[in-house]
């Protein structure tokens, strides 16, 4: 898993790529943490991300709640073809990107 954080004066981009398993949760949560200190729109590249764990879900999930209550918004890019296969199986889609 490669996560690169990039924050300019308007917003923050996070990029995911390769796979976030239950190992790899702890340094997206590390990156979780540091957009959640400077709220400010984000959006999440995950275009060239194949899988996530659900403690990723969690985390992602867990941003956007604190985003929304400081007024900004959570964007996501296009995902993988096989990430979003995952995601609209098990319900995740429509929870986190579609609310």
Same mark, same amino acid.
């Given at each position: 898993?490669?996560? &690169?954080?990039?924050?300019?004066?308007?917003?923050?981009? /996070?990029?995911?790529?390769?796979?976030?398993?239950?190992?790899?949760?702890?340094?997206?949560?590390? +990156?979780?943490?540091?957009?959640?200190?400077?709220?400010?729109?984000?959006?999440?590249?995950?275009?060239? /991300?194949?899988?996530?764990?659900?403690?990723?879900?969690?985390? /992602?999930? +867990?941003?956007?709640?604190?985003?929304?209550?400081?007024?900004?918004?959570?964007?996501?890019?296009?995902?993988?073809?096989?990430?979003?296969?995952? /995601?609209? &199986?098990?319900?995740?889609?429509?929870?986190?990107?579609?609310?």
């Amino acid at each position: 898993m490669h996560a &690169t954080l990039k924050t300019t004066a308007k917003k923050h981009k /996070l990029t995911l790529s390769g796979e976030i398993g239950f190992a790899e949760t702890n340094a997206l949560w590390d +990156a979780v943490q540091q957009i959640a200190q400077q709220p400010k729109e984000t959006q999440i590249d995950w275009s060239n /991300l194949s899988r996530l764990h659900y403690a990723g879900v969690q985390t /992602l999930f +867990a941003l956007r709640k604190t985003l929304e209550e400081q007024g900004c918004k959570l964007q996501f890019s296009e995902p993988n073809p096989s990430l979003y296969q995952q /995601l609209h &199986t098990f319900g995740v889609w429509d929870a986190l990107i579609q609310a």
